[in-house]
């Protein structure tokens, strides 16, 4: 059986576990939750980016996201922060859906998994 190695284990949740090749991310929201979906978004790939590393990987063996939007008209400017940050030529399965998040002041929420 393959090791499991765990990153930032708190009280619920750890922010990311490592099973064999595979990096799972715990869902990253912003950190400082400022009223922007820009900002957000760009802090939320800023923890992705911090994790990955941690775990050995980074954004270009991204396998798949879920990204969740308090709103789904922030779709477009999620977006355009996404489309500036990820691994060109390595653009992994995604999903984004419209929900209530865990608090009212979180805008987007993502989950990756990842390659090591």
């Known amino acids: 059986m393959s090791k499991i190695q765990r990153i930032?284990?708190?009280?619920?949740?750890?922010?990311a576990v490592v099973h064999g090749d595979t990096v799972y991310l715990a869902g990253q929201v912003a950190d400082k939750p400022v009223p922007s979906v820009t900002k957000q978004t760009q802090q939320v790939l800023k923890n992705i980016d911090k994790l990955?590393?941690?775990?050995?990987?980074d954004k270009s063996k991204i396998l798949k996201v879920n990204?969740?939007?308090s709103d789904i008209r922030y779709?477009?400017?999620m977006n355009k922060v996404w489309d500036g940050w990820v691994s060109k030529g390595n653009?992994?399965?995604r999903a984004t859906v419209e929900s209530?998040?865990?608090g009212p002041e979180y805008l987007v929420e993502m989950m990756v998994v990842a390659a090591k």
């Open 91 to 93: 653009q992994p399965a």
């Open 100 to 102: 209530r998040l865990a």
């Open 67 to 69: 990204i969740w939007l």
């Open 8 to 15: 930032g284990v708190g009280a619920r949740l750890s922010d």
């Open 75 to 77: 779709f477009d400017e």
């Open 52 to 57: 990955l590393k941690q775990a050995g990987s």
